[in-house]
């Protein structure tokens, strides 16, 4: 059993920063790649960001200089930095990891959502 637990959402104004966070926990034997997605009401779920266990990353055109992933291999921890939000940014963040269960094998966990909100 493994879960992730999303920290970090709220409202904001453009031009604001936040910092989301997540957590993994539970019979984690190695995590692989870690990311955030977003999604909005009536639209498909889209990619943020992603990093490696090496520390690689990517991510989506829209956010790139302005949305810095980071993760904590030693804690199981990912980070979202947002900076720069714009209104366009508002959306449901999740947060993904591709656990390596203990017994088990690969599982692909997700969190719960987190709301974030840019408006004036």
């Known amino acids: 059993q493994v879960q992730l637990v999303e920290s970090g959402g709220g409202a904001v104004q453009p031009g604001g920063s936040l910092r989301l966070s997540c957590a993994a926990s539970?019979?984690?034997?190695?995590?692989?790649?870690m990311g955030w997605y977003r999604q909005v009401p009536g639209k498909q779920r889209e990619l943020v960001a992603t990093i490696t266990s090496g520390g690689s990353t990517n991510y989506a055109d829209s956010v790139k200089g302005r949305f810095a992933i980071s993760r904590d291999n030693a804690k199981n921890t990912v980070a979202l930095q947002m900076n720069s939000l714009k209104p366009e940014d508002t959306a449901v963040y999740y947060c993904?990891?591709?656990?390596?269960?203990?017994?088990?094998?690969?599982?692909?966990?997700w969190g719960q959502g987190t709301q974030v909100t840019v408006s004036s």
């Open positions: 993904n990891a591709d656990i390596m269960v203990w017994n088990r094998g690969s599982y692909d966990a």
């Open positions: 539970g019979s984690i034997s190695s995590i692989n790649a």
